[in-house]
């Protein structure tokens, strides 16, 4: 197993990350943080493989706490977890040491295929312990990048996804396909095919809410969790 510390400090979005990562097979979560000293602390005295590091603490800088952890122990690896979008920032954590790049807000298939990826490159390293050659560099590497939107049907994509499910967690009454639609900026046919894909994946519910005429119109909210 693949031992997480998962270091977030919204307490709700802590709990959510932890429940995706133990719904992954070959991932146990051995504790959970809030700040950077509690992780500092926390890796003093257990096993850690991996951290779901948030990047903004209040008491330091994920990237601050990343090199810390590292230079103690250099086998951890960092999977960073935040909302900036500059990349500037992504070279940074690139340097810090952190192997992937999650954005909030992100959906239990997108983390998935995230930690998925690093256990196939995790598995490869420590089974293969030297390349034979640039290929077999090359490859170890390419499992770690993959391709965006990995996983998700034909014509769909990871962002628009994302955003999506960004405007249900806005929303937590539910939306409809037109709502989802007037929130994304997509037709109503496409807010359809991506809530009806969360739906079949078990990211969102669906419920009937019944008017005065006609069919009932179908609303979707995130799954609880």
């Given at each position: 197993m693949i031992r997480v510390l998962v270091v977030e400090?919204?307490?709700?979005?802590?709990?959510?990350?932890?429940?995706?990562?133990?719904?992954?097979?070959?991932?146990?979560?051995?504790?959970?943080?809030?700040?950077?000293?509690?992780?500092?602390?926390?890796?003093e005295q257990h096993p850690i493989d991996l951290l779901l590091l948030d990047l903004y603490l209040p008491d330091a800088h994920g990237l601050q706490i990343s090199r810390a952890l590292r230079a103690a122990?250099?086998?951890?690896?960092?999977?960073?977890?935040?909302?900036?979008?500059?990349?500037?920032?992504?070279?940074?954590?690139?340097?810090?040491?952190?192997?992937?790049?999650?954005?909030?807000?992100?959906t239990f298939a997108t983390l998935r295929d995230k930690l998925e990826r690093y256990a196939e490159f995790r598995n490869a390293v420590m089974a293969a312990g030297?390349?034979?050659?640039?290929?077999?560099v090359d490859r170890a590497l390419a499992t770690l990048r993959g391709t965006d939107g990995i996983g998700l049907p034909k014509g769909m994509s990871?962002?628009?996804?994302?955003?999506?499910?960004?405007?249900?967690?806005?929303?937590?009454?539910?939306?409809?396909a037109v709502g989802a639609a007037s929130a994304v900026g997509i037709s109503r046919v496409t807010a359809r095919r991506y809530l009806e894909h969360l739906a079949d994946t078990g990211t969102v519910v669906r419920r009937p809410q019944y008017g005065q005429v006609g069919r009932p119109e179908l609303f979707y909210r995130l799954a609880a969790g």
């Open positions: 400090d919204d307490p709700v979005a802590a709990d959510a990350h932890r429940l995706y990562v133990e719904r992954v097979a070959g991932f146990s979560v051995s504790g959970v943080a809030h700040t950077g000293a509690e992780a500092k602390r926390f890796v122990n250099p086998n951890i690896d960092v999977i960073a977890v935040t909302s900036a979008r500059d990349l500037a920032m992504v070279r940074a954590a690139v340097s810090a040491g952190v192997v992937q790049y999650l954005l909030k807000p992100f030297e390349a034979a050659g640039q290929a077999d990871a962002d628009t996804l994302d955003s999506v499910v960004a405007a249900l967690r806005e929303t937590p009454e539910g939306l409809s």
